[in-house]
Each structure stands twice: as C-alpha cells, then as structure tokens.
C-alpha cells in the first residue's frame, strides 16, 4: 500500500489536520463563523433565560437547573429534529431523576455512589433506548441527583417539570420567537454543495482538454466524498419552521420552489459521478473527445456554481445560470453531432442531464427545459460563440417537485 493511501486512511492524521486547519483559520474565517452562529447563540440565551424565569419565578422549583439545561439542549439539537429530540431529552430527565431518586436511596450518597449509579442509570437507558440525546440526559440527570440531592428528598417531580418546561420554551423560542430564516439556511447550506460540484467539474474540463484520466479519476473520488446532509438538514428544518412559526408562514411558496430546486442538484450530484465516470471511461481507452465536449462542461460548471442564488422561478429574461446550461447543452449537442464512442456519448448525455436540471432548479418547468432542448438541436453544428439561444420562459410560481435526474 503506498504512503500516500496509508496517509488518506489514517483517521489520526485526518484528525490532526483538520485540527490544525481548524487552528490556523482567518480573521475572516472566524468572522464568518460568529456571524452564522449569532442567531443560535441569541436562541440559547433566551430560551436559558425564559426556562429558568419560568421555573424559578413562576413555578417556585427551588434551583431549577434541568429547565435552562434542557432548554439550551432543545436549541442545540438537530434542526429539522427538534420535537423528536426534545421528547428524549424530558424522557431522559424524567427517567434520570427517577433512577438517581432511587438509587440514591438505596445506596447512599459518596464518590462511589456517584459512579454506581451513573453506570447503572446508562446501562438502563441503553436498555429502554440507544438514542445518543437520552442516554446522555439519562446519566447526567442521574449524577445531578446523586451530588445535589440528600436520600430523604424527593425532587422528582419538581426536576421533571423543570425538563419539561425547558424543552417547551427551547422549541417556542426556536420555532415561534426566533426562528431561523428557512430560505437563508437552506442558500447557505446548498452553496459548499454546489461549489464543490462546480470545481469538480471544472476539473473534469481540463481532464477532457489534456486527455489526463488521472485528473478524472481525482474529480470521481471527490464527488463521491461530498456529503449532502448539510443541505437535507437545512431542508427538513425549513420545512419544520415554516410549518410551526406564523413569522415564517408567508415563505411557504418560495420554500416549495427552493426544495424542488435543492432536491434536482442533489440528483445532479450523483449525475456527475457518472459523468466523471465515463469521462475517465472514455480516456482510458482514446476515445475522441472533441473540444466541445470539453467546453460543454466548463460551461455546466458555470451554470452549476450560480444555480445557488436562483432556486425559485425568475422574473425576468435568462439568469447566468441558465444562460451557461443552454450553452453546455449546444456545446454537448455539437459534440454529439461530431461523432463520439460510447463513453463520449455517455459525458455529452450526462451535461445535458445535469444542465436540464440545473435550469429547472432555477423555476422552469420540466417541459419547458426539454422543449428549450429540442429547440436547441438544430442549432448544434453552430459555432459556440453564435446567437444566444431564446429566452426560457419563467414558471409562473414554484415548479411541481417532479423527479429529478430523469434521463432527457
């Protein structure tokens, strides 16, 4: 095995320089990281605040420590996931408090005790469920009551509505009081996505110029690595806030447009592994691959990279986005017209996939992306500087989530 495999399968190394990576950000770097986690940090000091005003003002619970805490653990938990997990977190309370009561009683209290009875109160939570959130919860609550609570006190009650009255103030604070702008997050979460998409791309471009399948095989790897949770979660969280909050109501029909066109360049993703695929394919064995080809999918690396801002119908005449897809697909269309083998046949079909989607993404339908196609065929031994191909037509609101990475 060589070093460099070994160095790529070392989850040490890996550790350590994303450690350093981490260590060595910009100025800037970290500027942009305060900025996206300004909202959150603002969520969790409300909700801290509002749950334990609740518990200790209004309630009369002496010390009520689960209620900020559960509070601050309901923001933190994955959006998009919210109710699920602050379920776990008063059921781990609710099931901490008990055990730690119970035990306590039974064993005493002391460093040993401690440690008994937080063993004892995982291994049962594991027993019930393997739910990271209650297990944690279960064990902590436990170890509170262990340390702060004398044998002959029942705190149970009090501990468990503090849970509860946390987890109630986290989610109205995050989903009613101050919510997360659902459209922002998701634009936020789909540009490294697309970003990567588009440098891979690019990648793939000049590995069809140089006839390098080396370089091709890199950009596959790559693209097989890139994650789409992010953008899943951004999704699933807007979805959720724009159910719950009346403040975010109105972004409904925007968001509909926005998931459409998220869920097609996730598609697109898989699309072009394909296409890194049979372009390594077609190098590999010397196939022709013309330089239009080559430019077809610089170009869809445009249309790709600016897709990010147009998830939602268009207003006026082409976007840069769409304006870069149509020029792939002629581009690939005048390829095809050339005469290619099998594995040039498969990269030009591949751009035109991913570059109908990329214009459906930005609100045109399907049928008017594939008769934009068709109008486009006779136009394909054109030079690539020729006339601009007509404008799309824009949908008039979000487009109906058809499937996506159809073939053409």
């Known amino acids: 095995m060589s070093t460099t495999r070994r160095r790529t ?5 890996a550790t350590w320089a994303q450690v350093r990576r981490t260590g060595s950000a910009t100025a ?16 969790s000091g409300v909700a801290a605040a509002g749950a334990w005003w609740i518990a200790n003002d209004v309630l009369d619970n002496p010390q009520p420590l689960f209620a900020p805490a559960v509070a601050v653990g309901t923001i933190a938990s994955s959006v998009g996931q919210r109710f699920r997990r602050t379920l776990f977190l008063v059921a781990g309370v609710a099931v901490g408090i008990t055990l730690g009561d119970l035990l306590v009683s039974w064993v005493g209290q002391g460093h040993l005790q401690i440690g008994a009875i937080v063993a004892v109160s995982i291994l049962f939570a594991v027993l019930l469920s393997g739910e990271g959130s209650f297990v944690t919860q279960v064990g902590g609550s436990a170890m509170v009551i262990a340390v702060l609570s004398p044998a002959n006190t029942n705190l149970a009650l009090p501990r468990f509505i503090d849970g509860v009255v946390g987890g109630v103030v986290g989610i109205l604070v995050a989903l009613v009081v101050l919510p ?13 996505l697309l970003d990567h998409i588009a440098t891979q791309l690019k990648r793939l471009a000049e590995a069809a110029r140089t006839r390098d399948a080396e370089v091709a095989k890199q950009a596959l790897d790559t693209l097989r690595g890139v994650d ?15 159910r719950i909050s009346p403040l975010r109501w109105h ?16 598609r697109s993703l898989l699309q072009t592994r394909d296409l890194a695929l049979n372009l390594e394919t077609a190098l590999r064995h010397d196939e022709p691959v013309p330089a239009p080809l080559a430019a077809a999918v610089d170009d869809l690396a445009e249309a790709v990279r600016h897709v ?3 998830w939602s119908p268009p ?8 304006r870069a897809a149509l020029t792939a697909i002629r581009r690939a269309q005048e390829a095809l017209s050339a005469g290619l083998l099998i594995g040039g046949v498969n990269v030009a079909n591949d751009v035109i996939i991913i570059a109908l989607n990329t214009i459906r993404a930005s609100g045109v339908s399907k049928q008017d992306a594939e008769e934009l196609r068709r109008n486009l065929a006779p136009d394909a031994t054109r030079d690539a500087g020729g006339p601009e191909p007509r404008h799309p037509p824009a949908a008039p609101g979000p487009p109906p989530a058809h499937g996506a990475g159809e073939q053409p």
Do not use: C, K, Y
């Open 180 to 192: 997360l702008h659902p459209i922002h997050r998701i634009r936020r979460a789909g540009r490294p």
């Open 28 to 43: 800037h770097d970290r500027v942009v990281r305060l900025r996206l986690s300004l909202l959150v940090a603002v969520q």
């Open 9 to 13: 399968h070392d989850p040490v190394g």
């Open 315 to 322: 207003s006026g005449g082409p976007s840069r986005s769409q």
């Open 251 to 266: 972004n409904h029909n925007s968001l509909e447009g926005w998931r459409h066109g998220a869920g097609l360049m996730m």
């Open 228 to 242: 789409t949770s992010d953008l899943q979660t951004a999704l699933s969280a807007a979805v959720e806030v724009v």
């Open 308 to 310: 990010g801002v147009e």
